[in-house]
């Protein structure tokens, strides 16, 4: 709400405090006036006390409850309890309504004096209660006034949290309704999370050493430091890597029994644009056969050997083939018409790449029996040379695709492969970084022998 709105509130709240005010003392004058004519009236009836006599006595029994009461709430405010103050004037009160009761022959008249007299010492005491309570509220020593939290919504669905948020509104006064439901909602949360971790972290102390240290290791620890720092940590890439691994097309489609369906071949990046010095700067077109000949025969070559090597146990993967006329003839074989070829299906545990974007020619062969990788040496490495044996240079796959085909080829757990994901991220920059580079190089190599 505004600041204009608030303050008109506050102005409507002053006149009707003032209102109130005048209306009460009003009330007083009244009821005092009845009560006292109830008690002359029975003083000169059951007493025989003469009138002029009858008024000062009865005004003191009906002033007197009042005016003890008054003096018990100074001696409140001022840090006392006051029983005796209280006792007394509670005494003359039921005093004073008692005789109305009984001075009166008129049961209903004498219920009507008598519930005068108790109405005007009751008010009376509710004021001064309301009183002393806004002064310790404006010392700090009572609580300040909680939100109207719902019945139902509230105190019916949720009796125990809307408990806690109330004691935090207390202890809070900037809280409002649903800031003190969210704070209790936290609050819980990190009782929560501070019982597991303190769990986690006992059993892992006493793992070590014996319970009693394990006990003063977690009481001596801060649990709220250590969730903080674990929420600093967290790794949300990997593990959003590692669920993404297990919702992959293939791994579902391995699951329910339905094939994968086919996804498309990454397109490569755009060729330069070659000016005409750049065109005759190129070798022949019968070179360039000659050169895609001697690639072919070469890939068979170690497309043979890979098998041989499958066969006996071993997992050998084939390097890439070096191009003779360097980065930029095997971009332009892009757009060179390709002799016609047939794709070997690749195996799992023994897959075969090179340089060039052309399938290679196999013939027969022979039927790979899968075999487990090799797993020596550190994670670290042995992530890395597959990626180095098995990625080609214009592989577009991102780290989840590369992340699932390394926990695959290396038969990771979801442990591993949550570690792995992060190698896999490192490579990939480090590719992508060296790809820049060395298309950088082939633009260089293309305009400097024009220059020259």
């Known amino acids: 709400m505004s600041t204009p709105g608030i303050n008109q509130l506050d102005a409507d709240l002053r006149k009707t405090v003032q209102r109130t005010s005048y209306m009460r ?17 029975g003083a000169v009836e059951a007493l025989g006390i003469p009138m002029i006599w009858a008024i000062p006595a009865v005004g003191a029994l009906e002033l007197g409850g009042i005016v003890v009461l008054a003096n018990a709430d100074v001696r409140r405010r001022l840090g006392e309890r006051a029983v005796a103050s209280r006792i007394l004037s509670a005494a003359i009160a039921a005093f004073a309504v008692a005789f109305n ?18 109405l ?9 209660e309301n009183q002393r309570r806004d002064r310790l509220r404006a010392k700090g020593d009572l609580p300040p006034t909680t939100p109207a939290y719902e019945v139902v919504g509230h105190w019916v669905r949720h009796p125990w949290l809307t408990l806690r948020a109330k004691n935090l509104a207390k202890a809070d006064s900037r809280l409002g309704l649903y800031t003190s ?3 209790a909602k936290a609050e819980k949360r990190k009782e929560q999370r501070t019982a597991a971790i303190a769990k986690v972290l006992h059993r892992k102390i006493r793992a070590a050493v014996d319970p009693t240290t394990a006990d003063i290791a977690v ?34 489609a391995a699951v329910t029994g339905t094939p994968a369906p086919v996804q498309a071949a990454a397109q490569s ?41 499958a066969a006996e146990g071993t997992v050998i993967a084939t390097a890439a083939v070096p191009s003779a006329l360097g980065g930029l003839r095997g971009e332009l074989e892009g757009i060179l018409p ?20 052309e399938a290679v020619e196999i013939g027969e062969e022979p039927t790979l029996t899968p075999t487990p990788l090799m797993r020596d040496g550190s994670l670290r490495n042995q992530v890395y040379q597959l990626l180095y044996d098995h990625v080609p240079a214009n592989d577009r796959r991102d780290v989840v695709a590369l992340t699932t085909l390394v926990g695959e080829l290396l038969d990771l757990d979801d442990v591993e492969r949550l570690t792995a994901s992060n190698y896999v991220r490192t490579w990939k920059n480090e590719a992508d970084a060296g790809r820049r580079a060395a298309v950088n190089g082939r633009h260089l190599e293309g305009i400097l022998p024009a220059q020259g």
């Open 25 to 41: 003392q009003l009330f007083y004058i009244v009821v005092l006036l009845v009560a006292l004519a109830g008690q002359v009236s």
């Open 101 to 118: 009761w009984m001075a009166h022959d008129n049961k209903l008249l004498a219920g009507f004096f008598a519930g005068m007299s108790a």
């Open 120 to 128: 005007g010492y009751l008010v009376w005491l509710m004021h001064t």
């Open 181 to 183: 439901i969210a704070a």
């Open 219 to 252: 009481a001596v620890y801060d649990l709220d430091e250590i969730a903080v720092r674990l929420a600093d940590g967290a790794d949300y890439d990997g593990l959003t890597a590692l669920i993404a691994a297990d919702l992959a097309p293939a791994r579902l």
């Open 269 to 309: 990046d755009p060729l330069p644009v070659l000016d005409t010095e750049e065109q005759h700067a190129l070798p022949p077109a019968d070179e360039r056969g000659a050169a895609r000949d001697d690639e072919r025969r070469a890939a068979r070559e170690a497309v043979a050997r890979a098998t041989e090597a």
């Open 338 to 357: 390709a002799a016609p070829a047939t794709r070997r299906a690749r195996s799992r545990t023994a897959p075969v790449t090179h340089e060039t974007s």
